[in-house]
């Protein structure tokens, strides 16, 4: 049987638009995890490659609960993507109290991380000795879900909020390209 694993990432904002959407990276790659129990960890460049060519339908939730999904691939309300960097998301956050608290609380800076749970298929990592500890490398993981959380294993990513009327305030000459910009987004 496979053992889910849950890793965290720092690299979280909020867009604004017609519906207020999370933005960030679920994973950065070449970048240490922190201890994780005796281990740190690497996510390597196109880890999640084969998932993301299957039909595999990843959630995002918050905090890792099950019961709080706030998009999933095959609705169209979460987009994944790998670029150079590592695991990009958009969520298309849903009009729900846990979702709009949720938006608030990154705006604050109060939730900044993102996370991903995944399985490894054979052959998909390895292991090796550094300096008296033990690096986990990650090549290939089958995803099963990104989420939104305070307590991230990888600090090198973030979550931030961006509102559009604040883009306004600040570009009021730009609002028409900036709104025809985040429509096709």
């Known amino acids: 049987m496979d053992?889910?694993?849950r890793r965290a990432t720092i690299e979280l904002r909020a867009a604004g638009g017609k519906?207020?959407?999370?933005?960030?990276?679920?994973?950065v790659f070449d970048k240490p995890s922190q201890d994780?129990?005796?281990?740190?960890?690497?996510?390597?460049?196109?880890?999640?490659?084969?998932?993301l060519a299957s039909d595999r339908d990843p959630l995002a939730l918050v905090h890792h609960m099950p019961q709080l999904v706030l998009g999933r691939?095959?609705?169209?309300?979460?987009?994944?993507?790998?670029?150079?960097?590592?695991?990009?998301f958009d969520i298309q956050v849903p009009d729900t109290t846990t979702a709009r608290d949720l938006l608030?609380?990154?705006e604050r800076?109060?939730?900044?991380g993102a996370s991903f749970a995944?399985?490894?298929?054979?052959?998909?990592?390895?292991?090796?000795?550094?300096?008296?500890?033990?690096?986990?490398?990650l090549t290939d993981v089958d995803l099963h879900e990104i989420t939104v959380t305070a307590n991230p294993a990888y600090l090198d990513t973030t979550v931030?909020?961006?509102?559009?009327?604040s883009l306004a305030r600040a570009y009021p000459f730009r609002l028409g390209a900036l709104q025809r910009f985040l429509a096709t987004c």
């Open 104 to 106: 608030v609380s990154v």
């Open 73 to 88: 691939r095959s609705a169209g309300t979460l987009y994944l993507s790998q670029d150079s960097r590592g695991l990009a």
């Open 118 to 137: 995944f399985t490894v298929p054979k052959g998909g990592d390895a292991w090796r000795e550094d300096g008296g500890k033990m690096v986990r490398t």
């Open 36 to 51: 994780l129990g005796g281990f740190t960890e690497i996510v390597r460049a196109g880890a999640f490659t084969r998932t």
């Open 19 to 27: 519906t207020p959407r999370l933005v960030g990276y679920a994973a």
């Open 109 to 112: 800076g109060d939730i900044r």
């Open 160 to 165: 931030a909020r961006r509102a559009l009327d």
């Open 3 to 5: 053992v889910i694993e």
